[in-house]
């Protein structure tokens, strides 16, 4: 359990280095669309990963409850299957 742990935490440490956070600015906020986040598994103590909804290139990570969501960088996709972004492919179908 706790090498799954550990592995899970450097797996997220390599895709947060990859990615970059979305912000919304909240001086503005009626300006902006803000996504419903998904449904989370809580408790848990393992980060998990799930697609965005009708953009291939942006994907939410959960973790106690919690969600944040991210952007791939430069043009790649969220890769559900290996949870990493990665060069668009057959795998994503953008609404």
Not at 32 to 47: A, E, F, L
Not at 57 to 76: I, M, V
Request: proline letters at 11%; one cysteine or more; hydrophobic letters at 30%.
């Amino acid at each position: 359990m706790r090498n799954l742990i550990i592995c899970s935490l450097a797996l997220a440490l390599i895709t947060l280095s990859f990615t970059e956070a979305v912000t919304t600015p909240s001086s503005h906020p009626s300006n902006h669309y803000t996504p419903k986040p998904p449904r989370c598994p809580y408790p848990s103590d393992v980060i998990t990963f799930l697609p965005f909804d009708g953009d291939c290139s942006r994907y939410w990570e959960c973790y106690k409850g919690n969600s944040y969501l991210f952007q791939c960088p430069g043009g790649l996709w969220w890769h559900q299957t290996i949870s990493v972004c990665d060069y668009p492919g057959d795998y994503c179908a953008q609404n």
